[in-house]
């Protein structure tokens, strides 16, 4: 379970930038970690977003996982990563795209996953003054404590980090972004950062009469490409997820989007999203190396179809 849906779920949206979530009572009981044997398999990903939405401030939805598993099979890792909603979107092919039918995961339950305890993790980048004025200086835009997994499995144990939190200023595109992690119970202090893509993708949405809807963006950028979403909800809800070369235009077909013509005409929500990003190796000493993914995404409603 990804941990901003687990926040969302639970009614917690926003928080001012800077606080600490710890009102997770619903989501994240207390548990005990696992113990995993040494030279298990390791991921160690960190995900932060800066999210834009007509309407509403920016906002920064950050995630973060340190996992040791036992390995039992080729396949583990893509089962952990899976079982815990960690997706680099290289599993969708460039060109193409994937229904989210709410289907389960495969079952990882021969799976014995640690999820390991790095400390409070503080995110610090510039912002601007939103009248495109720098501020070089590193403003702090979130501190993320520890929060102890949900008892849904037992064979997964161990402290996630995740936040969904409104900034008062705006993100510098194409400025580094740092993450310190403080040290915890199993891992030592460390720094990670990483460059923010150049540019948000300014996204626009354009249903079709014939059931597809075509998704512009703009600032192409050659070699790179961008993740698009759709979502609705209506009688017969519904996710597709798509990977495009950066080229500024793509069109995803009626053939997936079945239910979300009844959720145009119902005017139930639908919603798209774009999402840019960067991914930036980092090392945490005797431990390994994992990948910061730092994105610029927009989140737009999508208007009645074209006639």
């Given amino acids: 379970m990804r941990v901003v849906d687990c ?25 005990p970690i ?12 960190v995900e932060v977003g800066y999210v834009r939405e007509a309407g509403a401030p920016l906002r920064l939805e950050a995630e ?3 996992v040791r598993y036992r390995v039992d099979a080729v396949g583990d890792r893509d089962a952990v990563a899976g079982l815990l909603g960690i997706d680099d979107g290289a599993a969708v092919p460039v060109g193409g795209c994937v229904a989210d039918d709410g289907a389960p995961h495969p079952s990882a339950s021969a799976l014995e996953v640690a999820l390991l305890d790095a400390g409070p993790l503080t995110i610090r980048a510039p912002s601007s003054d939103g009248e495109g004025d720098r501020d070089d200086a590193m403003t702090t835009h979130a501190v993320i404590e520890p929060q102890r997994y949900p008892e849904i499995m037992p064979f997964v ?5 995740g936040v969904d939190a409104a900034l008062a200023r705006p993100v510098v595109p194409g400025a580094h972004v740092e993450l310190t992690a403080a040290g915890g119970e199993d891992l030592p202090p460390f720094t990670v950062a990483g460059p923010l893509p150049a540019a948000f993708p300014d996204l626009s949405v354009a249903p079709a009469a014939d059931g597809s809807v075509e998704l512009r963006w703009a600032a192409p950028v050659a070699g790179a490409t961008v993740q698009l979403e759709l979502r609705w909800n209506g009688a017969r809800p519904g996710a597709v997820r798509c990977r495009a070369a950066d080229e500024g235009r793509f069109v995803v077909g009626r053939a997936l989007l079945a239910g979300l013509g009844d959720a145009l005409e119902r005017g139930d929500g639908v919603q798209a999203t774009a999402s840019r990003s960067e991914r930036s190796p980092f090392e945490i000493p005797g431990i390994g190396t994992g990948w910061l993914t730092l994105s610029l995404q927009d989140l737009v409603a999508a208007g009645a179809r074209t006639r």
């Fill in 7 to 31: 926040i969302r779920r639970s009614g917690i949206r926003r928080v001012a930038a800077g606080a600490v979530l710890g009102l997770w009572a619903g989501c994240l009981p207390r548990a």
């Fill in 34 to 45: 696992p113990e995993v044997a040494a030279g298990a398999g390791q991921l160690l990903e």
């Fill in 64 to 66: 973060a996982h340190f």
């Fill in 157 to 161: 144990s161990g402290v996630v980090y």
